[in-house]
Protein backbone atom coordinates (compact mmCIF):
# COMPACT_ATOMS: atom_id res chain seq x y z
CA UNK A 1 0.00 0.00 0.00
CA UNK A 2 1.18 3.80 -0.15
CA UNK A 3 -0.09 6.77 0.14
CA UNK A 4 1.13 10.15 -1.57
CA UNK A 5 0.38 13.27 0.08
CA UNK A 6 0.56 17.06 -1.31
CA UNK A 7 2.72 19.24 0.51
CA UNK A 8 2.74 23.26 -0.08
CA UNK A 9 5.38 25.35 0.99
CA UNK A 10 4.77 29.30 1.61
CA UNK A 11 8.32 31.14 1.77
CA UNK A 12 8.36 35.16 1.53
CA UNK A 13 11.10 36.02 -0.96
CA UNK A 14 13.46 36.54 -2.24
CA UNK A 15 14.35 32.78 -2.40
CA UNK A 16 17.72 31.17 -4.09
CA UNK A 17 18.58 27.52 -4.14
CA UNK A 18 22.00 27.69 -6.04
CA UNK A 19 22.01 25.74 -9.16
CA UNK A 20 24.78 23.47 -9.89
CA UNK A 21 26.86 23.43 -13.20
CA UNK A 22 27.24 25.86 -15.75
CA UNK A 23 25.82 29.74 -15.26
CA UNK A 24 24.91 32.25 -17.59
CA UNK A 25 28.24 34.90 -17.97
CA UNK A 26 28.08 37.36 -15.31
CA UNK A 27 25.97 35.47 -12.62
CA UNK A 28 28.25 33.72 -10.11
CA UNK A 29 24.49 32.23 -8.63
CA UNK A 30 21.43 31.11 -10.01
CA UNK A 31 18.29 29.62 -9.09
CA UNK A 32 17.79 26.04 -9.27
CA UNK A 33 15.83 24.16 -11.82
CA UNK A 34 14.11 20.78 -13.14
CA UNK A 35 14.52 18.92 -15.71
CA UNK A 36 11.89 20.79 -17.30
CA UNK A 37 13.16 24.22 -16.71
CA UNK A 38 11.36 25.18 -13.93
CA UNK A 39 12.05 27.06 -11.14
CA UNK A 40 12.11 24.45 -7.75
CA UNK A 41 13.56 23.62 -4.60
CA UNK A 42 15.71 20.02 -4.18
CA UNK A 43 13.65 17.38 -2.78
CA UNK A 44 16.66 16.48 -0.57
CA UNK A 45 16.47 19.92 1.14
CA UNK A 46 13.01 19.58 2.00
CA UNK A 47 13.81 16.29 3.55
CA UNK A 48 17.29 17.24 5.22
CA UNK A 49 15.75 20.14 6.90
CA UNK A 50 12.74 17.82 8.01
CA UNK A 51 15.01 15.48 9.91
CA UNK A 52 16.93 17.92 11.76
CA UNK A 53 13.74 19.40 12.80
CA UNK A 54 12.26 15.89 13.69
CA UNK A 55 15.88 15.32 15.51
CA UNK A 56 15.38 18.83 17.42
CA UNK A 57 11.84 17.70 18.63
CA UNK A 58 13.01 14.60 19.79
CA UNK A 59 15.56 16.01 22.24
CA UNK A 60 12.67 18.07 23.71
CA UNK A 61 10.83 14.97 24.41
CA UNK A 62 9.02 14.15 21.18
CA UNK A 63 8.60 10.75 19.80
CA UNK A 64 8.94 11.08 16.21
CA UNK A 65 10.31 7.48 14.62
CA UNK A 66 12.52 9.14 12.58
CA UNK A 67 14.57 5.66 11.47
CA UNK A 68 11.00 4.53 10.37
CA UNK A 69 10.27 7.12 8.13
CA UNK A 70 13.61 8.57 6.98
CA UNK A 71 15.56 5.65 7.24
CA UNK A 72 19.43 5.26 8.65
CA UNK A 73 22.62 4.30 7.63
CA UNK A 74 24.93 1.71 8.47
CA UNK A 75 28.27 0.09 7.30
CA UNK A 76 26.46 -2.95 6.37
CA UNK A 77 22.68 -2.24 5.41
CA UNK A 78 20.70 0.94 5.31
CA UNK A 79 17.02 1.05 6.47
CA UNK A 80 15.19 2.25 4.02
CA UNK A 81 12.62 5.29 5.09
CA UNK A 82 9.17 4.55 4.76
CA UNK A 83 8.50 8.25 3.26
CA UNK A 84 10.13 9.49 -0.63
CA UNK A 85 10.47 12.90 -1.23
CA UNK A 86 9.83 14.00 -5.02
CA UNK A 87 13.40 15.61 -5.71
CA UNK A 88 12.16 18.72 -7.94
CA UNK A 89 9.37 20.68 -5.94
CA UNK A 90 8.51 23.43 -8.18
CA UNK A 91 7.51 26.91 -8.18
CA UNK A 92 3.59 27.04 -8.37
CA UNK A 93 3.02 30.02 -11.06
CA UNK A 94 5.32 31.90 -13.06
CA UNK A 95 8.17 34.79 -12.01
CA UNK A 96 10.98 36.94 -13.16
CA UNK A 97 14.25 36.08 -11.07
CA UNK A 98 15.95 39.68 -9.81
CA UNK A 99 19.46 39.90 -9.81
CA UNK A 100 21.10 40.85 -6.82
CA UNK A 101 24.53 42.10 -6.24
CA UNK A 102 27.18 41.16 -3.43
CA UNK A 103 30.98 42.28 -2.34
CA UNK A 104 32.98 41.12 0.40
CA UNK A 105 34.47 43.65 2.60
CA UNK A 106 38.16 43.02 3.02
CA UNK A 107 39.25 42.79 6.43
CA UNK A 108 42.10 44.81 6.60
CA UNK A 109 41.22 47.45 4.56
CA UNK A 110 37.85 47.54 5.60
CA UNK A 111 36.78 48.19 1.99
CA UNK A 112 35.47 46.23 -0.71
CA UNK A 113 37.86 43.16 -1.79
CA UNK A 114 39.35 42.82 -5.06
CA UNK A 115 37.19 40.79 -7.36
CA UNK A 116 34.30 40.33 -4.63
CA UNK A 117 31.89 41.70 -6.85
CA UNK A 118 28.75 38.71 -7.16
CA UNK A 119 26.03 38.27 -9.12
CA UNK A 120 22.84 36.66 -7.66
CA UNK A 121 19.37 35.80 -9.42
CA UNK A 122 16.94 35.30 -6.77
CA UNK A 123 13.03 34.84 -6.79
CA UNK A 124 11.26 37.82 -6.40
CA UNK A 125 7.72 38.26 -6.12
CA UNK A 126 7.11 42.24 -6.74
CA UNK A 127 5.60 43.76 -9.78
CA UNK A 128 7.94 45.13 -12.09
CA UNK A 129 8.80 49.32 -10.89
CA UNK A 130 6.68 48.74 -7.91
CA UNK A 131 10.05 49.76 -6.29
CA UNK A 132 12.33 47.98 -3.54
CA UNK A 133 9.51 48.55 -0.47
CA UNK A 134 6.50 47.32 -2.15
CA UNK A 135 5.00 44.37 -0.27
CA UNK A 136 5.71 41.08 -1.70
CA UNK A 137 3.10 37.60 -1.50
CA UNK A 138 4.82 34.57 -0.45
CA UNK A 139 6.35 32.00 -2.71
CA UNK A 140 4.67 28.45 -2.98
CA UNK A 141 6.47 25.51 -4.29
CA UNK A 142 4.43 22.28 -3.70
CA UNK A 143 5.81 18.20 -3.81
CA UNK A 144 4.65 15.22 -3.22
CA UNK A 145 5.70 12.87 -0.64
CA UNK A 146 4.82 9.64 -1.12
CA UNK A 147 4.45 6.78 2.21
CA UNK A 148 5.09 3.21 1.31
CA UNK A 149 3.76 1.48 4.98
CA UNK A 150 0.39 -0.33 4.91
CA UNK A 151 -0.73 1.08 8.86
CA UNK A 152 0.64 5.00 8.53
CA UNK A 153 0.60 6.78 11.75
CA UNK A 154 -2.33 8.81 12.12
CA UNK A 155 -0.15 12.07 13.57
CA UNK A 156 2.48 11.24 10.49
CA UNK A 157 1.15 14.40 8.45
CA UNK A 158 1.14 16.49 11.67
CA UNK A 159 4.84 15.91 12.40
CA UNK A 160 5.64 16.54 8.40
CA UNK A 161 3.87 19.54 9.26
CA UNK A 162 5.03 21.20 12.93
CA UNK A 163 8.85 19.77 11.02
CA UNK A 164 9.12 21.44 7.91
CA UNK A 165 7.01 24.82 9.79
CA UNK A 166 9.96 24.70 12.42
CA UNK A 167 12.57 25.66 9.22
CA UNK A 168 13.21 29.42 9.86
CA UNK A 169 14.39 29.66 6.00
CA UNK A 170 15.03 27.41 2.86
CA UNK A 171 17.82 27.41 0.42
CA UNK A 172 20.89 29.90 0.34
CA UNK A 173 21.75 32.90 2.03
CA UNK A 174 19.51 32.37 4.71
CA UNK A 175 21.27 34.58 7.44
CA UNK A 176 20.33 37.71 5.41
CA UNK A 177 16.34 37.25 5.52
CA UNK A 178 16.76 34.68 2.13
CA UNK A 179 13.93 32.28 2.31
CA UNK A 180 12.16 32.46 5.34
CA UNK A 181 9.37 30.14 5.72
CA UNK A 182 5.97 32.04 6.27
CA UNK A 183 3.58 28.41 6.19
CA UNK A 184 3.08 24.80 5.22
CA UNK A 185 -0.06 22.88 4.16
CA UNK A 186 -0.23 18.93 3.62
CA UNK A 187 -3.09 17.23 2.43
CA UNK A 188 -3.34 13.69 1.04
CA UNK A 189 -3.66 13.49 -2.63
CA UNK A 190 -4.31 10.76 -5.59
CA UNK A 191 -0.92 9.40 -7.04
CA UNK A 192 -0.05 11.36 -9.83
CA UNK A 193 -2.38 11.26 -13.02
CA UNK A 194 0.07 9.22 -15.75
CA UNK A 195 0.63 6.58 -13.11
CA UNK A 196 -3.27 5.50 -13.05
CA UNK A 197 -3.98 6.41 -17.02
CA UNK A 198 -3.25 2.49 -18.60
CA UNK A 199 -5.00 -0.18 -18.03
CA UNK A 200 -2.39 -3.13 -17.25
CA UNK A 201 -4.95 -6.22 -16.69
CA UNK A 202 -3.76 -9.96 -17.53
CA UNK A 203 -6.29 -11.78 -18.86
CA UNK A 204 -6.61 -15.53 -19.25
CA UNK A 205 -5.15 -15.70 -22.28
CA UNK A 206 -2.59 -13.32 -21.83
CA UNK A 207 -1.48 -15.61 -18.48
CA UNK A 208 -1.82 -18.71 -20.83
CA UNK A 209 0.59 -17.29 -23.59
CA UNK A 210 3.22 -15.84 -20.50
CA UNK A 211 3.44 -19.57 -19.02
CA UNK A 212 3.78 -21.51 -22.34
CA UNK A 213 6.83 -19.15 -23.50
CA UNK A 214 8.38 -19.37 -19.79
CA UNK A 215 9.38 -15.37 -20.14
CA UNK A 216 7.57 -11.92 -19.98
CA UNK A 217 8.89 -8.24 -20.32
CA UNK A 218 8.22 -5.13 -18.81
CA UNK A 219 7.62 -1.67 -20.61
CA UNK A 220 9.13 0.65 -17.80
CA UNK A 221 8.87 4.62 -17.71
CA UNK A 222 10.57 6.39 -15.10
CA UNK A 223 8.80 9.73 -13.26
CA UNK A 224 12.17 10.81 -12.14
CA UNK A 225 15.84 11.45 -13.02
CA UNK A 226 17.42 7.93 -11.63
CA UNK A 227 20.70 6.98 -10.24
CA UNK A 228 22.01 3.37 -10.14
CA UNK A 229 25.54 4.53 -9.10
CA UNK A 230 28.43 3.24 -10.85
CA UNK A 231 31.56 1.71 -9.25
CA UNK A 232 34.04 4.63 -8.78
CA UNK A 233 37.36 5.21 -6.76
CA UNK A 234 37.23 4.93 -2.78
CA UNK A 235 37.61 8.14 -2.42
CA UNK A 236 35.79 9.57 -5.37
CA UNK A 237 33.19 12.13 -4.20
CA UNK A 238 30.79 11.76 -7.24
CA UNK A 239 28.37 9.34 -8.27
CA UNK A 240 27.55 8.45 -11.75
CA UNK A 241 24.72 6.52 -12.94
CA UNK A 242 24.83 3.99 -15.05
CA UNK A 243 22.59 4.35 -18.32
CA UNK A 244 20.38 0.83 -17.36
CA UNK A 245 18.19 -0.16 -14.65
CA UNK A 246 19.61 -3.18 -13.22
CA UNK A 247 17.93 -6.51 -12.82
CA UNK A 248 18.20 -6.32 -8.75
CA UNK A 249 16.17 -3.64 -8.60
CA UNK A 250 13.51 -4.57 -10.78
CA UNK A 251 13.45 -7.76 -8.72
CA UNK A 252 13.37 -5.83 -4.89
CA UNK A 253 10.24 -3.38 -6.29
CA UNK A 254 8.64 -6.75 -6.70
CA UNK A 255 9.46 -8.32 -3.75
CA UNK A 256 8.60 -5.02 -1.67
CA UNK A 257 5.03 -5.88 -2.72
CA UNK A 258 5.14 -9.91 -2.96
CA UNK A 259 6.54 -10.31 0.44
CA UNK A 260 3.02 -9.02 1.74
CA UNK A 261 0.69 -11.00 0.00
CA UNK A 262 -1.13 -13.90 1.55
CA UNK A 263 0.99 -16.23 -1.03
CA UNK A 264 4.30 -15.06 -0.65
CA UNK A 265 5.38 -18.60 0.77
CA UNK A 266 3.65 -20.55 -2.02
CA UNK A 267 5.63 -18.72 -4.74
CA UNK A 268 8.82 -17.91 -2.76
CA UNK A 269 10.99 -20.43 -4.33
CA UNK A 270 9.58 -19.66 -7.58
CA UNK A 271 10.60 -16.10 -7.21
CA UNK A 272 14.24 -16.79 -6.11
CA UNK A 273 14.87 -19.12 -9.26
CA UNK A 274 13.19 -16.39 -11.85
CA UNK A 275 15.41 -14.10 -13.97
CA UNK A 276 15.31 -10.55 -13.92
CA UNK A 277 17.60 -8.64 -16.87
CA UNK A 278 18.91 -5.47 -16.51
CA UNK A 279 16.28 -2.95 -18.30
CA UNK A 280 18.14 -1.06 -21.30
CA UNK A 281 16.77 2.09 -22.84
CA UNK A 282 14.97 2.02 -26.52
CA UNK A 283 13.09 4.66 -28.07
CA UNK A 284 9.58 4.72 -27.10
CA UNK A 285 7.81 2.62 -29.93
CA UNK A 286 10.37 -0.13 -30.07
CA UNK A 287 9.61 -3.89 -29.30
CA UNK A 288 13.12 -5.09 -29.42
CA UNK A 289 16.00 -4.67 -26.43
CA UNK A 290 19.17 -3.18 -27.94
CA UNK A 291 22.03 -5.76 -28.43
CA UNK A 292 25.63 -3.30 -26.50
CA UNK A 293 28.43 -3.56 -29.15
CA UNK A 294 30.26 -6.27 -29.03
CA UNK A 295 34.20 -5.59 -28.55
CA UNK A 296 35.38 -7.63 -32.16
CA UNK A 297 33.14 -4.53 -33.92
CA UNK A 298 35.97 -2.63 -35.63
CA UNK A 299 36.23 0.53 -37.94
CA UNK A 300 38.05 0.12 -41.02
CA UNK A 301 38.16 2.69 -43.59
CA UNK A 302 34.94 4.39 -41.80
CA UNK A 303 32.84 0.76 -42.14
CA UNK A 304 31.42 -0.92 -38.74
CA UNK A 305 33.09 -4.38 -39.34
CA UNK A 306 32.68 -7.57 -36.85
CA UNK A 307 36.01 -9.50 -36.60
CA UNK A 308 34.63 -12.14 -34.26
CA UNK A 309 35.72 -15.01 -36.92
CA UNK A 310 38.79 -13.78 -36.87
CA UNK A 311 41.88 -15.67 -34.89
CA UNK A 312 44.82 -13.47 -35.50
CA UNK A 313 45.15 -10.00 -36.39
CA UNK A 314 45.17 -8.68 -39.74
CA UNK A 315 44.53 -5.61 -41.98
CA UNK A 316 41.15 -4.71 -43.59
CA UNK A 317 41.76 -3.46 -47.13
CA UNK A 318 45.08 -2.85 -46.13
CA UNK A 319 44.03 -0.41 -42.67
CA UNK A 320 44.72 -1.26 -39.00
CA UNK A 321 41.28 -1.88 -37.77
CA UNK A 322 39.91 0.04 -34.51
CA UNK A 323 38.69 -1.73 -31.38
CA UNK A 324 36.42 -0.35 -29.29
CA UNK A 325 39.53 1.16 -26.58
CA UNK A 326 40.44 3.59 -29.52
CA UNK A 327 36.50 4.60 -30.42
CA UNK A 328 35.55 8.59 -30.53
CA UNK A 329 32.30 9.40 -28.91
CA UNK A 330 31.15 9.65 -33.05
CA UNK A 331 31.85 5.87 -33.72
CA UNK A 332 29.89 4.72 -30.61
CA UNK A 333 27.14 6.41 -31.19
CA UNK A 334 27.02 5.27 -34.90
CA UNK A 335 27.33 1.45 -33.75
CA UNK A 336 24.35 1.67 -31.22
CA UNK A 337 22.20 3.48 -33.95
CA UNK A 338 22.74 0.19 -35.67
CA UNK A 339 21.86 -2.11 -32.41
CA UNK A 340 18.67 -1.21 -31.23
CA UNK A 341 19.79 1.89 -29.19
CA UNK A 342 18.11 5.06 -28.90
CA UNK A 343 19.76 8.87 -29.31
CA UNK A 344 21.66 10.41 -26.73
CA UNK A 345 20.78 9.42 -22.98
CA UNK A 346 20.03 12.49 -21.51
CA UNK A 347 21.70 13.38 -18.08
CA UNK A 348 21.73 15.86 -15.27
CA UNK A 349 24.12 16.92 -12.42
CA UNK A 350 23.41 17.72 -8.75
CA UNK A 351 25.88 18.73 -6.34
CA UNK A 352 24.62 17.86 -2.90
CA UNK A 353 26.62 18.38 0.93
CA UNK A 354 26.36 17.12 3.94
CA UNK A 355 24.54 19.06 6.80
CA UNK A 356 25.89 20.17 10.00
CA UNK A 357 23.46 20.11 12.71
CA UNK A 358 24.97 22.25 14.77
CA UNK A 359 25.89 24.74 12.45
CA UNK A 360 23.03 24.34 10.16
CA UNK A 361 24.80 24.80 7.30
CA UNK A 362 26.89 22.46 4.97
CA UNK A 363 29.67 20.49 6.70
CA UNK A 364 33.12 21.02 5.67
CA UNK A 365 34.03 18.32 2.81
CA UNK A 366 30.47 17.32 2.87
CA UNK A 367 29.84 17.96 -0.92
CA UNK A 368 29.32 15.31 -3.39
CA UNK A 369 27.80 15.31 -6.94
CA UNK A 370 25.21 13.30 -8.12
CA UNK A 371 24.76 12.70 -12.52
CA UNK A 372 21.73 10.62 -12.90
CA UNK A 373 19.84 9.75 -15.86
CA UNK A 374 17.20 12.00 -16.83
CA UNK A 375 14.07 10.14 -18.93
CA UNK A 376 13.43 11.47 -21.80
CA UNK A 377 9.62 11.19 -22.51
CA UNK A 378 10.23 9.53 -25.82
CA UNK A 379 12.28 6.68 -24.05
CA UNK A 380 11.35 3.53 -22.21
CA UNK A 381 13.46 0.95 -20.44
CA UNK A 382 12.71 -2.51 -21.59
CA UNK A 383 13.46 -5.97 -19.44
CA UNK A 384 12.61 -9.15 -19.33
CA UNK A 385 11.64 -11.81 -16.61
CA UNK A 386 12.37 -15.01 -17.33
CA UNK A 387 10.93 -18.35 -15.58
CA UNK A 388 13.02 -21.58 -14.58
CA UNK A 389 12.10 -25.13 -15.88
CA UNK A 390 9.92 -26.11 -13.02
CA UNK A 391 11.18 -28.44 -9.73
CA UNK A 392 11.18 -27.72 -6.18
CA UNK A 393 7.83 -27.87 -6.38
CA UNK A 394 7.16 -25.01 -8.38
CA UNK A 395 4.28 -25.42 -10.41
CA UNK A 396 1.70 -23.44 -13.22
CA UNK A 397 -0.17 -22.21 -10.82
CA UNK A 398 2.95 -20.51 -8.68
CA UNK A 399 3.60 -19.08 -12.58
CA UNK A 400 -0.18 -17.52 -12.05
CA UNK A 401 -0.26 -16.16 -8.54
CA UNK A 402 3.31 -14.47 -9.66
CA UNK A 403 1.51 -12.80 -12.26
CA UNK A 404 -1.54 -11.85 -10.29
CA UNK A 405 0.68 -10.11 -7.97
CA UNK A 406 2.81 -8.65 -10.55
CA UNK A 407 -0.43 -7.13 -12.39
CA UNK A 408 -1.22 -5.99 -9.23
CA UNK A 409 1.86 -3.84 -8.98
CA UNK A 410 0.90 -2.09 -11.96
CA UNK A 411 -2.48 -1.60 -11.63
CA UNK A 412 -1.56 -0.49 -8.30
CA UNK A 413 0.69 2.05 -9.21
CA UNK A 414 3.52 0.30 -6.71
CA UNK A 415 6.26 0.15 -9.04
CA UNK A 416 8.51 1.95 -6.91
CA UNK A 417 11.11 2.92 -5.59
CA UNK A 418 13.98 2.35 -8.07
CA UNK A 419 17.58 4.00 -7.93
CA UNK A 420 18.84 6.79 -5.36
CA UNK A 421 16.24 8.96 -6.52
CA UNK A 422 13.24 6.62 -5.00
CA UNK A 423 11.24 7.06 -8.33
CA UNK A 424 7.90 5.50 -9.40
CA UNK A 425 7.75 4.02 -12.88
CA UNK A 426 5.33 3.48 -15.12
CA UNK A 427 5.01 -0.09 -16.23
CA UNK A 428 3.52 -1.89 -18.81
CA UNK A 429 3.58 -5.76 -18.98
CA UNK A 430 4.42 -7.51 -22.49
CA UNK A 431 3.27 -11.40 -22.83
CA UNK A 432 6.50 -12.57 -24.46
CA UNK A 433 9.08 -10.09 -23.87
CA UNK A 434 11.33 -8.76 -26.13
CA UNK A 435 13.69 -10.63 -28.46
CA UNK A 436 17.13 -8.49 -29.08
CA UNK A 437 17.47 -5.91 -31.70
CA UNK A 438 19.82 -8.12 -33.25
CA UNK A 439 18.65 -11.46 -34.44
CA UNK A 440 20.14 -14.58 -33.06
CA UNK A 441 21.00 -17.30 -35.70
CA UNK A 442 20.36 -21.19 -34.73
CA UNK A 443 23.11 -23.09 -33.89
CA UNK A 444 24.42 -24.76 -37.87
CA UNK A 445 28.01 -24.55 -37.85
CA UNK A 446 30.87 -26.76 -35.61
CA UNK A 447 31.37 -22.53 -34.11
CA UNK A 448 29.36 -20.97 -32.31
CA UNK A 449 29.73 -17.11 -30.86
CA UNK A 450 28.91 -15.84 -27.34
CA UNK A 451 28.45 -12.13 -26.99
CA UNK A 452 27.83 -10.90 -23.10
CA UNK A 453 25.39 -8.59 -22.43
CA UNK A 454 26.03 -7.91 -19.41
CA UNK A 455 29.33 -8.38 -16.78
CA UNK A 456 29.67 -11.78 -15.53
CA UNK A 457 31.88 -13.12 -12.88
CA UNK A 458 33.55 -15.72 -14.67
CA UNK A 459 36.42 -15.95 -12.02
CA UNK A 460 37.47 -16.07 -8.95
CA UNK A 461 40.55 -14.48 -7.73
CA UNK A 462 42.96 -16.93 -7.32
CA UNK A 463 42.26 -18.17 -10.50
CA UNK A 464 44.10 -15.41 -11.97
CA UNK A 465 46.64 -13.80 -9.68
CA UNK A 466 49.23 -15.43 -10.93
CA UNK A 467 48.57 -14.01 -14.36
CA UNK A 468 51.16 -10.83 -15.27
CA UNK A 469 49.65 -7.48 -15.69
CA UNK A 470 51.26 -7.77 -18.98
CA UNK A 471 52.20 -10.58 -21.34
CA UNK A 472 49.90 -12.44 -19.78
CA UNK A 473 47.36 -13.15 -23.26
CA UNK A 474 48.39 -16.94 -23.12
CA UNK A 475 47.79 -17.20 -19.25
CA UNK A 476 44.54 -15.98 -19.80
CA UNK A 477 43.42 -17.65 -22.64
CA UNK A 478 44.34 -21.11 -20.90
CA UNK A 479 42.22 -19.87 -17.84
CA UNK A 480 39.05 -18.62 -19.98
CA UNK A 481 39.07 -22.17 -21.66
CA UNK A 482 39.11 -23.85 -18.17
CA UNK A 483 36.05 -21.88 -16.90
CA UNK A 484 34.28 -22.24 -20.22
CA UNK A 485 34.90 -25.91 -19.82
CA UNK A 486 33.68 -26.03 -16.51
CA UNK A 487 30.21 -24.04 -17.28
CA UNK A 488 29.85 -26.33 -20.50
CA UNK A 489 30.65 -29.68 -18.95
CA UNK A 490 33.35 -29.53 -21.42
CA UNK A 491 31.21 -29.45 -24.28
CA UNK A 492 32.33 -26.28 -26.02
CA UNK A 493 36.49 -25.41 -26.36
CA UNK A 494 37.44 -21.68 -26.61
CA UNK A 495 38.86 -20.52 -29.48
CA UNK A 496 39.54 -17.07 -28.96
CA UNK A 497 38.17 -14.06 -27.40
CA UNK A 498 37.60 -10.70 -27.69
CA UNK A 499 37.17 -9.14 -23.76
CA UNK A 500 37.98 -6.77 -21.90
CA UNK A 501 37.88 -7.23 -17.22
CA UNK A 502 37.21 -4.78 -14.63
CA UNK A 503 37.70 -4.98 -11.00
CA UNK A 504 34.80 -4.33 -8.53
CA UNK A 505 34.18 -4.67 -5.23
CA UNK A 506 34.79 -2.05 -2.39
CA UNK A 507 33.51 -1.52 0.94
CA UNK A 508 30.30 -1.44 0.78
CA UNK A 509 30.17 -4.55 -0.78
CA UNK A 510 32.86 -6.37 1.20
CA UNK A 511 30.81 -5.61 4.63
CA UNK A 512 27.28 -6.68 2.85
CA UNK A 513 28.41 -9.50 1.01
CA UNK A 514 32.29 -10.22 0.87
CA UNK A 515 32.63 -11.27 5.18
CA UNK A 516 29.76 -14.06 4.39
CA UNK A 517 31.93 -16.33 2.87
CA UNK A 518 35.88 -15.01 2.50
CA UNK A 519 38.02 -14.35 5.70
CA UNK A 520 40.30 -11.62 3.72
CA UNK A 521 39.13 -9.05 1.47
CA UNK A 522 39.45 -9.57 -2.40
CA UNK A 523 38.50 -7.62 -5.62
CA UNK A 524 36.33 -9.28 -7.98
CA UNK A 525 36.98 -9.38 -11.37
CA UNK A 526 34.41 -9.44 -14.15
CA UNK A 527 34.73 -10.42 -17.71
CA UNK A 528 32.53 -6.84 -19.39
CA UNK A 529 29.32 -6.80 -21.59
CA UNK A 530 30.15 -6.79 -24.83
CA UNK A 531 32.97 -9.20 -24.23
CA UNK A 532 32.77 -11.67 -26.97
CA UNK A 533 33.82 -15.60 -26.94
CA UNK A 534 34.44 -18.13 -30.46
CA UNK A 535 34.12 -21.74 -29.82
CA UNK A 536 34.63 -25.43 -31.29
CA UNK A 537 31.25 -27.42 -30.65
CA UNK A 538 32.74 -31.38 -29.30
CA UNK A 539 29.24 -32.31 -28.31
CA UNK A 540 26.64 -30.70 -30.21
CA UNK A 541 23.85 -32.48 -28.45
CA UNK A 542 25.24 -31.59 -24.66
CA UNK A 543 26.46 -27.71 -26.27
CA UNK A 544 23.04 -27.24 -27.31
CA UNK A 545 21.17 -27.65 -23.75
CA UNK A 546 23.89 -25.20 -21.99
CA UNK A 547 23.06 -22.77 -24.56
CA UNK A 548 19.68 -23.16 -24.30
CA UNK A 549 19.70 -22.88 -20.21
CA UNK A 550 22.03 -19.83 -20.92
CA UNK A 551 20.00 -17.59 -23.38
CA UNK A 552 16.72 -18.67 -21.13
CA UNK A 553 18.64 -17.69 -17.47
CA UNK A 554 21.78 -16.67 -18.03
CA UNK A 555 25.98 -17.61 -17.00
CA UNK A 556 25.58 -19.25 -14.06
CA UNK A 557 28.49 -18.66 -11.21
CA UNK A 558 31.62 -21.02 -11.41
CA UNK A 559 32.62 -23.08 -8.41
CA UNK A 560 33.92 -21.52 -5.60
CA UNK A 561 31.86 -18.41 -6.10
CA UNK A 562 30.25 -17.21 -3.01
CA UNK A 563 26.44 -18.66 -2.91
CA UNK A 564 27.94 -21.90 -4.42
CA UNK A 565 26.76 -24.95 -3.00
CA UNK A 566 29.26 -26.57 -1.78
CA UNK A 567 30.60 -28.70 1.71
CA UNK A 568 31.99 -25.47 2.73
CA UNK A 569 28.70 -23.38 2.71
CA UNK A 570 26.48 -25.92 3.59
CA UNK A 571 24.50 -24.92 6.99
CA UNK A 572 22.98 -27.88 8.94
CA UNK A 573 20.35 -27.96 12.01
CA UNK A 574 21.08 -30.25 14.78
CA UNK A 575 19.88 -33.66 13.82
CA UNK A 576 22.21 -33.02 10.89
CA UNK A 577 19.60 -32.41 8.06
CA UNK A 578 20.23 -29.88 5.80
CA UNK A 579 18.13 -26.33 7.36
CA UNK A 580 16.71 -24.60 4.08
CA UNK A 581 15.36 -21.58 6.00
CA UNK A 582 18.91 -20.63 7.75
CA UNK A 583 21.09 -21.70 4.83
CA UNK A 584 22.01 -18.49 3.24
CA UNK A 585 20.39 -18.09 0.12
CA UNK A 586 22.38 -16.92 -3.28
CA UNK A 587 21.65 -13.60 -3.64
CA UNK A 588 22.43 -13.18 0.10
CA UNK A 589 26.47 -14.37 -0.09
CA UNK A 590 26.42 -12.72 -4.27
CA UNK A 591 24.93 -10.08 -5.56
CA UNK A 592 26.05 -10.87 -8.84
CA UNK A 593 24.19 -13.96 -9.72
CA UNK A 594 22.06 -14.77 -12.75
CA UNK A 595 18.98 -14.12 -11.26
CA UNK A 596 19.78 -10.20 -10.82
CA UNK A 597 20.47 -10.17 -14.28
CA UNK A 598 24.39 -10.34 -14.78
CA UNK A 599 25.65 -12.58 -17.03
CA UNK A 600 22.77 -12.33 -19.51
CA UNK A 601 24.22 -13.39 -23.10
CA UNK A 602 23.44 -12.96 -27.08
CA UNK A 603 24.51 -16.22 -29.31
CA UNK A 604 25.13 -16.17 -32.89
CA UNK A 605 24.11 -12.38 -33.68
CA UNK A 606 23.43 -12.14 -37.14
CA UNK A 607 25.90 -9.44 -37.47
CA UNK A 608 29.25 -11.31 -37.05
CA UNK A 609 28.06 -13.31 -40.19
CA UNK A 610 26.76 -10.27 -41.92
CA UNK A 611 29.48 -7.46 -41.09
CA UNK A 612 32.73 -9.79 -41.54
CA UNK A 613 35.06 -8.18 -43.62
CA UNK A 614 35.90 -9.02 -47.09
CA UNK A 615 38.66 -11.87 -48.05
CA UNK A 616 41.23 -10.55 -49.01
CA UNK A 617 43.56 -12.47 -51.72
Not at 477 to 498: A, G, T
Request: neutral net charge; glycine residues 8%.
Amino acid sequence: MSMWYRVTLSILPPVISRQSGALPFGVDADMFRDPQGRYALPGSLIRGNLKENWMLLNKLGATVDIKKWLGESDDTLDQRGCLIFEPFWTLDGETVPDERIRIKIDDGTRSVGSKMLQVAKVLDNKERGSGDNAPEKPLIFSGHILLLDDKPDKELKEWIRKGLLMTPALGGEKGVGLGRMHEVNITDTAAPAVLTSASRELDKETIAHIIQTGRVGLRLRPLWPFCFALHGPKKSNALVSSDSIPGAAIKAVIARVAKKQSQWQQIKPLFDAVRVTHALSVNHQATCRPVVPPLSLVFAGGDLRDVAYMEEPGLIKQVAPAFQPDWKQRHLNSARSELGWPGEIERMLVVRNKHDLNKRAAEDKGLFAVEMVKPDPEQVWLCNIDFPKYGNGVTDSDVREFLKILAEIAKGQSFLPLGKTKTPAIVEIVSGGFDFAVQERPIEKNQIVIALQTPARLFNVEDIQDIPQTGGGGELLKCYRCIWDELSNESLRLSHYYARQTLMGGDYWWKRYGKCSKPLYQTQVFTDAGSVFVFDIKDREKAEEKIREWQRLGLPQVMGAPGMKDKDSEVTDASGMEDEDSRPKPWELNPWIRENGWGEIAVNLELHESWQPPIEE
